[in-house]
């Protein structure tokens, strides 16, 4: 079956602007997670949805960013007023269940971002 | 005080031998283990998981935890070309919140495969 999809993979903004970025996760997978990857850093953990709501949002930097995954399906990360230190790639993950200390993640390709 | 610690590599080994990827941490409540590849450009992988002291073995892969010592590792046998990436070691430990095993993952370790 389909993983996890994310759009675009490629996204090159101005500083200042505007960006979302979609993930559709894998059919049934109720939880979904958003993940920030720097250049030679593992990824670091941003916000996590079960269904429709965020359970925890404490890996959010700033309030620049927010998430909604307003069905319980497909997630949308949004950065207001982008900063050069925005540019990484931006992972999205989803597993059967949540809340579990042994759940796999599967990771989608990710969104390369880049703010000039 | 960064909370999953690993060396960062490259670590380069022969064709066939083991390759020994290590991993530290500094939350005693920590849960749940994990290791996943990453080849260069792409997203992670799971290869592995463990929650109880000892080893756990999967083909070539075998996974090794030790809580009171907040090691885990990971040894890989009859290394393969095609095993060339980055391996990150990740720790779940639950939220403040009690809402989220959260995964904190280390910076990776390089691996390099030499045929």
């Known amino acids: 079956g389909a993983g996890v999809s994310q759009t675009p993979s490629n996204k090159v903004t101005e500083k200042g602007k505007y960006v979302e970025l979609r993930c559709d996760p894998i059919s049934g997978h109720t939880a979904l997670y958003w993940y920030r990857q720097s250049l030679g850093q593992g990824p670091e953990f941003l916000i996590y949805?079960?269904?429709?709501?965020?359970?925890?949002d404490s890996g959010l930097p700033n309030d620049r960013f927010f998430a909604v995954r307003p069905e319980g399906s497909v997630s949308t990360l949004k950065i207001q007023r982008t900063e050069r230190g925005d540019s990484a790639v931006y992972l999205c993950?989803?597993?059967?269940?949540?809340?579990?200390?042994?759940?796999?993640?599967?990771f989608g390709p990710g969104t390369r971002l880049t703010v000039l | 005080q960064k909370e999953v610690e690993q060396n960062s590599g490259p670590l380069s080994v022969p064709e066939g031998a083991i390759a020994s990827l290590n991993c530290t941490y500094s939350d005693r409540g920590s849960q749940s283990f994990f290791w996943y590849r990453q080849y260069s450009g792409k997203s992670p992988e799971l290869i592995m998981f463990?929650?109880?002291?000892g080893d756990k073995e999967d083909g070539r892969f075998t996974a090794q935890l030790n809580k009171a010592s907040q090691y885990v590792s990971l040894l890989i046998r009859d290394s393969q070309p095609s095993d060339s990436a980055t391996y990150l070691c990740?720790?779940?430990?639950?939220?403040?919140?009690?809402?989220?095993?959260?995964?904190?993952f280390g910076k990776g370790t390089l691996l390099t495969v030499n045929p």
């Open positions: 993950a989803s597993s059967l269940y949540g809340g579990r200390a042994y759940n796999e993640q599967f």
């Open positions: 463990i929650y109880s002291n």
């Open positions: 990740a720790v779940g430990l639950l939220n403040s919140g009690g809402s989220n095993y959260k995964l904190t």
């Open positions: 949805f079960q269904g429709t709501g965020a359970a925890d």
